[in-house]
């Protein structure tokens, strides 16, 4: 396995090599998105329009199976930029690799003698991975979700809101929070381990020089189904649990 460049700033470690691939994650997701709406036509919509309007489609449906159909609007663009972030961070490691071979400390980037006698003088860095491969990363997002919908459940449902804490009975309260606690912990770690181990079997593979083109070839193709199942799951999720604290329906309460 490669190591990838630190910087300490204080108490804090940043991994450059997932900065660097959060900032390409984004401008991708930007510039797909503003291609895909530059020239919007109802009579003659281009390749890239039809894509957004397939995505938006399945995004609605994704919504509206965890919530009533008159309240997906407003979280429509959420799941939008979930699922298109997320998959493209999923894909990113997968095509190339940045690497560069250390024979020198350069503590500014993290490489110390130590790095440099653990690989007999010559450490291998890193400066391209998936961004979600790093755990930091999920766990950003996952708080970022975790936050929102506890902030969306006091704000438009806090009655039923905090009433699920009790529920069935008040004895089920440490339960329910424990609940609450593991969904962003499951969410994070999710994500991270699927793509995380992808990259793994990548850097093994690649250890066996050409005889391993077809492994990695097999993989590249599976590894674009998982990156779109998990996006896929992240958001789903996220609606799930939007929908079970902030939105409350009537008709339940008559069951």
Known sequence: MHEFPIVHLGPLNIDLSTV???FVSVVITMIVARLAVRNLSVTNPGKMQNFLEWVVEFVHG????AMPLNRVKPFLSLGMTLIMFIFISNLLGLPFGVTFEAHHVNNAIGITQEMLDEHHGEAHV????????DINVTAGLAI????MVHFLGLK??????LKHYFHPFPIFLPVNIIETVAKPVTLALRLYA????????ISTILMLNWVGIPFMMAWQGFSLFVGGIQAFLFTILTMVYISQAAIHDEA????
């Open 20 to 22: 660097i691939a959060l």
């Open 62 to 65: 994704v919504i509206a199976s």
């Open 126 to 133: 890193a400066f391209w991975k998936s961004p979600t491969a």
């Open 144 to 147: 970022i979700v975790f936050v």
């Open 156 to 161: 438009q449902n806090r009655k039923h809101y």
């Open 194 to 201: 699927n793509i995380y181990a992808g990259e793994v079997l």
């Open 252 to 255: 339940d309460e008559h069951h």
